[in-house]
């Protein structure tokens, strides 16, 4: 985007913002609305305009005749395309969480409680959706897609809708900032070697002696006597000392410790998919696990509940504990 643009598109949000500012829910009101001929609008005023300069220079009536009807068709179309929007609230639901790389869906409610409205438009971006509200139910609950395209809080940002109703000859619009924030997990990724998994100390942990086919449940240091076969060759190739994969299945009482800070040497985001990917197969497993941040300590627990928490702070996290803090208020 040059300057030119990025300094137009600053004022135009600078006005539209106080034009119609950020609310949880917008009534759309005379000053919340825009209206404009649409392609086929403007032909067809042109086409009016030609026929008027004929019908003044031939003195044709048959001509003036359809001149104002047509230009008649036209007054009554603004008028009713601008009421199909006129009182209309938009209000903003709460959002399902999603993984980084999955579509979202941006829930909006429309309510019209004095009359149906029809073929109204809401578009984010490129994603768009369309609906009707008739007399009976009078309010909807819509869907806006969208892919967010990284982790964190995505804010849609405004959200325009508009109509054409009813013949297409003039849209009327508005753009409203209602949407709630979706939040975005990082996307799971099963890391090389697997997630380094550590059992929680002191409760009791039992691990059941395997065979090849076990899972891999920790590291601990290389000793003499142990399988070359079981050796982490990660770490040596990192210049770190020798490990040794602990091999065998956890039971049900066990509790890991997922760490952000056992991955050292590598990004945040990698970081935090490898992380995302252990509390996702702990759960499955029915495990107990405790979250470790640099800013917090979530658990030891298990559950649904203990699962979202921890995909929250995920979600959240940032390398600024400051301002990690600031989003969990």
């Not at 825009?34 to 403007?42: E, H, M, Q, R």
């Not at 040794?244 to 050292?264: H, K, L, N, P, Q």
């Amino acid at each position: 985007m040059t300057g030119f643009s990025q300094f137009v598109n600053a004022r135009w949000l600078r006005w539209i913002s106080k034009r119609i500012p950020r609310n949880d829910t917008t009534t759309l009101y005379q000053r919340q609305l825009f209206i404009f001929p649409t392609a086929a609008g403007s032909g067809l005023i042109c086409l009016l305009v030609v026929m008027l300069l004929i019908a003044i220079n031939y003195q044709n009536n048959l001509v003036y005749g359809l001149v104002f009807l047509f230009g008649t068709i036209l007054i009554v179309t603004v008028h009713l395309t601008f009421a199909n929007l006129y009182g209309l609230s938009v209000s903003g639901l709460a959002n399902t969480p999603i993984f980084l790389g999955q579509e979202g869906q941006i829930r909006l409610h429309l309510a019209a409680p004095q009359r149906r409205r029809m073929s109204i438009r809401l578009s984010a971006g490129s994603a768009q959706t369309s609906g009707n509200i008739d007399n009976h139910h009078r309010e909807i609950d819509t869907l806006v897609a969208v892919i967010p395209t990284k982790r964190g809080r995505f804010d849609v940002g405004r959200i325009r809708i508009e109509t054409d109703y009813p013949f297409g000859l003039i849209r009327c619009w508005s753009w409203v900032d209602v949407a709630q924030p979706l939040w975005v997990y990082p996307h799971p990724k099963n890391p090389p070697d697997n997630p380094k998994v550590k059992p929680h100390e002191g409760t009791g942990t039992a691990l059941q002696n395997a065979t090849d086919g076990a899972d891999w449940i920790s590291f601990r240091s290389y000793g003499d006597g142990d399988p070359i076969r079981q050796i982490h060759w990660g770490s040596v190739a990192r210049g770190s000392d020798p490990q040794i994969r602990v091999m065998g299945r956890a039971t049900s009482d066990e509790t890991s410790v997922f760490d952000f800070d056992a991955y050292a040497d590598v990004d945040i985001e990698s970081r935090l998919s490898w992380l995302c990917f252990a509390i996702l197969r702990a759960h499955s497993a029915n495990l107990g696990f405790t979250l470790k941040l640099p800013s917090k300590t979530l658990g030891p627990a298990s559950g649904s509940d203990h699962r979202d928490r921890a995909l929250m702070a995920l979600a959240r996290f940032d390398h600024n504990p400051a301002i990690e803090d600031y989003a969990d208020a």
